[in-house]
């Protein structure tokens, strides 16, 4: 099946602001940038930050967001609105602040809901440690799994998936690479549970993120994948195939053969380095197009299919070549 679907991080749309409003006072509101994402040819969702964007009537967001011809991925879990979250959200020691980030998850899934979007993705960057000997790791893994077990059972109807990232803001995450994710979800054990791949956060965590993807389809759900690029060591946010041309065809070759058909959101982040972001989005989607269109040629060659059965590498990278550079 054809992915068709690409979403976007809404607060790229914050980039050189001047290009779009030449005389805006202080940062652009979501609906603006909302209308500048609707201009980017070929995207056809954004994902909201729960609560950063949902300050209004979710079901009155979401009409406006169709309005402006663009459907609602899901949203994303951010917990900033206490300071306290900075020591944990699942796993804080205060049992009233785990309350807190956990009920304040809860009404994000609602928010989901009413929007007629079908996701929620949580990304725990909140919950690690520092230092040697900050955390019990046994209480903090029990907290971590309760959390997201009790916040699944919340509404056994809406897809609620886990985006492993090593660090930042913690020096190391709790939940940081795909492994560690999968066991969380198989201790949690509830069955809207799956993960979301982001191509950067694998990179650093020292995986191949195809195989990555592959073992989360095998062991739960790919429930959402985060397309962008970097240099391995952290979460750079580049645009997608900058510097990993070849494992960004590998990933999308394998969730493609995988049965993968969630939408493709771009985490990037032209906001760094001051790029128009509509022609950024437009060049990310044009981008994964053709990637898509040789990944489909490569599924369908049976020269790739007997290298790899015979673990044949020069063999195999000539015939990527071939597809990717011609001969």
Known sequence: MAITRFATRLNSFSSAPHLAWPDLQGKPTFLQMAQRAATAKGLTDVDLNYPDHVVDDPSDLAKRIADLGLSINGLAMRYYTNPAFKRGAFTNPDESVRREAIELTKRGIDASRAMGANLMTLWLGQ?????????????????EVEGIREVAEHD????????????????????????????????????????????????????????AAHLIHRRSRLLGVHLNDGYSKRDDGLMVGAVHMRSTLELLQQIRQDGYDGALYFD?????????????????????????????????????????AKQDAVLSQQIVNQALIGA
Do not use: M
């Open 156 to 211: 056994p109807e809406c897809l609620i998936s886990i985006e492993y990232k090593p660090d930042e803001p913690r020096a190391q995450a709790l939940l940081r690479d795909a492994s560690t994710t999968l066991l969380a979800i198989a201790d949690a054990g509830a069955a809207n549970l799956g993960v979301t791949i982001d191509f950067a956060h694998s990179l650093y965590a020292g995986e191949q993120p195809a195989l």
């Open 127 to 143: 919950d690690g440690y520092d230092y040697n000997f900050q955390l019990d790791y046994e209480q903090a893994w029990d907290w």
């Open 268 to 308: 990037t982040f032209p906001d760094a380095s001051g790029l128009d972001p509509v022609a950024e989005c437009e060049v990310n989607i044009a981008t994964v197009q053709r990637l898509l269109s040789i990944s489909d040629r490569l599924n369908a060659d049976n020269r790739l299919k007997d290298a790899k």
